[in-house]
T-cell receptor, first 110, second 114 residues
Framework: DVKVTQSSRYLVKRTGEKVFLECVQD?????MFWYRQDPGLGLRLIYF???????EKGDIPEGYSVSREKKERFSLILESASTNQTSMYLC?????????FGPGTRLTVL | QKEVEQNSGPLSVPEGAIASLNCTYS??????FFWYRQYSGKSPELIMS??SNGDKEDGRFTAQLNKASQYVSLLIRDSQPSDSATYLC??????????????WGLGTSLAVNP
């Protein structure tokens, strides 16, 4: 079974803090993705990576950065958290097109 | 026009009935189509993928693909209350490079009433 894990299920941070969300997959998948999901807006792609040290911007990269130093780990960084970044953050990995999701991190920025 | 469109619902069906969920897409060269189920507060989980025109069955679920009309549907037979969830349709797009992006619909909310 594909397993994608995320570092936290719930996270509360303050405005201006630097926030790290980590994602680990155990299936040797090349591709990894970070999404955020908000009511009425669906899944929106923030960043994705198709190889170690490679990254590409998704549809809403502003305010975020990513790091992929190892194939199994893909980190999302909020450089200076803002209240409009309160959301559900979902990590996914894939070998081809089929994506497998982690459990999600519900981030609240106060 | 959105690239992947779904009726937001809610779609309400009685227990035991057939639920029919539809999805249309705009990219004619798309080749891979996926249905995911998402329970409230949980992450999406893959139900089925389909790549060729026609029907693909897996238990109570049947995916139907019609590339000429650019739609893909999901039928759920003998619907159960546990099927109540949001169903997401996703379609690949062919980009330059080696990435594997999917385009997502906003989802259809299904309620199965006992």
């Amino acid at each position: 079974d594909v397993k994608v894990t995320q570092s936290s299920r719930y996270l509360v941070k303050r405005t201006g803090e630097k926030v790290f969300l980590e994602c680990v997959q155990d299936m040797d998948h090349e591709n990894m993705f970070w999404y955020r999901q908000d009511p009425g807006l669906g899944l929106r792609l923030i960043y994705f990576s198709y190889d170690v040290k490679m990254k590409e911007k998704g549809d809403i990269p502003e305010g975020y950065s990513v790091s992929r130093e190892k194939k199994e780990r893909f980190s999302l960084i909020l450089e200076s958290a803002s209240t409009n970044q309160t959301s559900m953050y979902l990590c996914a990995s894939s070998l081809s097109y089929t994506q497998y999701f982690g459990p999600g991190t519900r981030l609240t920025v106060l | 026009q959105k690239e992947v469109e779904q009726n937001s619902g809610p779609l309400s069906v009685p227990e035991g009935a057939i639920a029919s969920l539809n999805c249309t897409y705009s990219d004619r060269v798309s080749q891979s189509f996926f249905w995911y189920r998402q329970y409230s507060g949980k992450s999406p989980e893959l139900i089925m993928s389909i790549y060729s025109n026609g029907d693909k069955e897996d238990g109570r679920f049947t995916a139907q693909l019609n590339k000429a009309s650019q739609y893909v549907s999901l039928l759920i037979r003998d619907s159960q209350p546990s099927d109540s969830a949001t169903y997401l349709c996703a379609v690949n797009i062919l980009n330059a490079g080696n990435n594997r992006k999917l385009i997502w619909g906003l989802g259809t909310s299904l309620a199965v009433n006992p």
